[in-house]
């Protein structure tokens, strides 16, 4: 056989190769997909644009499959910017994504929350933290409202708010940037231990898991907070969900694979 032919030869088995592969890849994505609807999610974010959603297009964007978030040095921020899924308030709902955030970036999941009037592109409400040093990755604090929850590795318990204490005036009973009327009732582990399932610089998966006025938040599959609201006077029973980026340093976050799930 001449070199001519040996070579035609293995170029024609090098394409069927990439057809296999693509074919192979785009196979599993399909398989992946339909095993999500099957399971009862449903993207929520398409990949493409950001129809659904309300945000600021200086900080938000998509590219190949990625909600970005990114503040610059020309684009630092005065406040807290999210961009919001606006097409329902699920009440008791999952939800599953992935993320990668750098270094310098905080960010995080809001969930029930409510958008505040005059502030543009702001929400209150709960938040599953996120940051890129992780010391706060996967607690519980709620935006604009009792702050702290619950840290990294607390089982909580939110007590109903004293009478003392006026609506109008929350900071009263919050002390270090963490709410005071809560109860710690378990452990979920050791703060460190915990902290070593997230990966740096990399894409990580959040799970949360919303019923009631149970809020659990899921890192890469480990519990890392878990808070039972039975504060009447200020927990919220429904509302949107945004992801955020926060005043500082210039940062960025990546979402993608965005999936929701109603009970």
């Known amino acids: 056989m001449n070199s001519k032919r040996i070579k035609h030869k293995h170029y024609f088995l090098f394409v069927l190769f990439l057809i296999g592969s693509v074919s192979c890849k785009h196979y599993k994505d399909k398989i992946k997909e339909i095993t999500k609807e099957k399971s009862g999610f449903y993207p929520i974010f398409n990949g493409k644009n950001l129809k659904g959603w309300y945000g600021d297009a200086t900080y938000w964007s998509v590219k190949d499959g990625i909600l970005i978030g990114e503040v610059t040095p020309?684009?630092?921020?005065?406040?807290?910017?999210?961009?919001i899924y606006e097409k329902e308030q699920p009440v008791n709902f999952e939800l599953k994504l992935e993320y990668r955030i750098s270094e310098s970036g905080n960010?995080?999941?809001?969930?029930?929350?409510?958008?505040?009037?005059k502030i543009p592109f702001a929400l209150?409400?709960?938040?599953?933290?996120?940051?890129?040093?992780?010391?706060?990755?996967?607690?519980?604090y709620e935006e604009k409202k009792r702050t702290t929850l619950a840290y990294i590795?607390?089982?909580?318990?939110i007590e109903s708010?004293?009478?003392?204490?006026?609506?109008?005036?929350?900071?009263?009973?919050?002390?270090?940037?963490?709410?005071?009327?809560?109860?710690?009732?378990?452990?979920?582990?050791?703060?460190?231990?915990?902290?070593?399932?997230?990966?740096?610089?990399?894409?990580?998966?959040?799970?949360?898991?919303?019923?009631?006025?149970?809020?659990?938040?899921?890192?890469?599959?480990?519990?890392?907070?878990?808070?039972?609201?039975?504060?009447t006077k200020n927990r919220s029973n429904k509302g949107f969900i945004g992801v955020q980026v926060h005043v500082g340093p210039p940062m960025k976050v990546e979402y993608r694979n965005m999936y929701l799930k109603k009970h």
């Open 161 to 231: 708010m004293p009478d003392t204490i006026s609506l109008a005036n929350l900071r009263k009973n919050v002390k270090k940037n963490c709410w005071q009327t809560r109860n710690v009732v378990a452990s979920l582990g050791d703060k460190k231990e915990l902290k070593k399932s997230i990966k740096d610089n990399n894409w990580n998966t959040m799970h949360l898991i919303v019923k009631d006025n149970r809020m659990q938040h899921f890192v890469n599959g480990v519990l890392m907070s878990d808070v039972t609201d039975l504060d």
């Open 124 to 140: 209150r409400g709960y938040q599953s933290d996120i940051d890129g040093k992780n010391k706060y990755t996967g607690q519980n």
């Open 107 to 117: 960010s995080g999941v809001n969930y029930r929350s409510e958008k505040i009037e």
């Open 74 to 83: 020309e684009t630092i921020l005065k406040r807290n910017s999210f961009v």
């Open 153 to 157: 590795g607390e089982k909580v318990i």
